[in-house]
Structure formats: structure tokens, C-alpha cells
């Protein structure tokens, strides 16, 4: 809770963290004529959402996007920031390639469903991360099982571990499993972030778990 950390949202095509994070409105310019991200939970927060109107679809060709992803990246005064997140659609496409080659990135994480259709996505990010020479700091399993809130009974209803076998694949790690839950949808969709709004629940805790996991394998700053 002591770091600073930002949240940088290159989906261009569809943003989703003005509406996770309860955020709304235009960034204010610095001095330097710079935006300043908005602030909620503690995170300073940025993205394309707060600079287009949310029902608004953003019809843009690869380089309008490469445009928009430098000015999210550069022309923005984070200040002085531990970590800052970057959140990125899935594939291997402009927006990917721009962030990679365009700012220093420590490491990046792979999230995905077990579903066969959703690994293949997943194992091409991991692939391409380490084509660009990004490190791969492991894989998380999201919507890995739901468990009835009446009879307990648990079902895969995505598949089980198959992003424990794409991590074998791939020779990395599994860092974490997060449940297919109500509790975890009725926060994202109300912007009140499960680790806020339920920061005991079993659910924030499996998301606690592995942020811990990802800076455990971050090098220090000194390296």
C-alpha cells in the first residue's frame, strides 16, 4: 500500500478501466502541457476511455492508433511511480508491438481462460513478449472454476489447468488462479474493485496472491 502505481489502459478499441475503476471525465493539462491521470483507490489511472465518450467507437487504422498509444505513453505526468501496470487487449498487434518497442517493460504477465481457444491467443502474446525481449513473468489462469453458491459443488466450465499446461509448454509458471465468481463481476461492473470492496473475501485474496507473486519476480530496481 506504501507504492505508487499507475494504470496505463492501451485497449484503444475497447477501454474498460474508466468504468472498473469508477472514473470518469477529461484529464487536466499540466503546466508543462502534459495530462495528468486521473486518480481513484489510491492508483493514478489513464486511458483512452476518459479521452472519447463511452458509447463512442473508435474507428481508427493501425497508424491513428500507433498515434494514440505514443500520447498515452508520452505525453502523460505520471510523477514519480513504483510500478506502473500496463493493460493490454489480447493478440499481437499495433498496440502491443507500439508499448514493447516504445518504453522499457520489466516484465509482462499472460492472463487467460483454460479454453483451448483462449490459449492459443495466449501462448502467441507469451511468444511475442520474448520475440521482442520482454521477460515472461508467468501465467494466470482467470474464470478457473465456479463453485455453486448453494449445493459448493465445483465445475470447470472453461476446462481445468490448460493454462497449467501451456505454462509446462512454455516452460514458465502458473502464478495464480482466479474464480469464476458473482462477487468478482458485480465489483468490476459497479467500479469498486474486488480488493477494495472486499478486500477478505476469498476472491480478493486469490488476486493478492498473485500481485505478491508477479513483484517477487521483478528485479530490484538496483538491477
Not at 506502473?84 to 516484465?107: C, W, Y
Not at 499446461?165 to 502458473?174: D, I, M, P, Y
Amino acid at each position: 500500500m506504501s507504492k505508487a502505481i499507475g494504470l496505463l489502459d492501451v485497449d484503444v478499441y475497447g477501454p474498460s478501466v474508466p468504468k472498473m475503476m469508477n472514473l470518469k471525465g477529461n484529464p487536466e493539462l499540466s503546466q508543462s502541457n502534459l495530462m495528468r491521470p486521473l486518480l481513484n483507490y489510491g492508483i493514478a489511472c489513464m486511458s483512452m476511455g476518459f479521452l472519447v465518450e463511452e458509447s463512442e467507437p473508435v474507428v481508427w487504422r493501425g497508424l491513428m492508433v500507433m498515434s494514440a498509444i505514443e500520447k498515452l505513453l508520452r505525453q502523460v505526468d505520471w510523477g514519480q511511480l513504483d510500478y506502473l501496470v500496463v493493460d493490454m487487449p489480447p493478440g499481437t498487434g499495433d498496440v502491443q508491438l507500439s508499448v514493447s518497442q516504445n518504453i522499457p517493460i520489466t516484465g509482462a504477465v499472460i492472463v487467460s481462460t483454460p479454453q483451448d481457444i483462449a490459449l492459443m491467443d495466449a501462448h502467441k502474446g507469451a511468444e511475442m513478449f520474448r520475440r521482442v525481449h520482454v521477460p515472461v513473468l508467468g501465467l494466470v489462469q482467470n474464470m478457473s472454476v465456479f463453485q455453486c453458491p448453494k449445493c459448493k459443488h465445483k465445475t470447470h466450465i472453461f476446462g481445468a489447468d490448460g493454462a497449467r499446461k501451456l505454462a509446462q509448454t512454455l516452460g514458465l509458471e502458473v502464478l495464480g488462479d482466479i474464480p469464476l465468481h458473482l462477487n468478482i463481476r458485480e465489483a468490476s461492473d459497479t467500479g469498486q474493485p474486488i480488493v477494495f470492496s472486499q478486500p477478505e473475501s476469498d476472491e480478493a485474496k486469490a488476486y493478492l496472491r498473485i500481485a505478491v507473486e508477479v513483484v517477487r519476480r521483478l528485479p530490484s530496481p538496483s538491477e
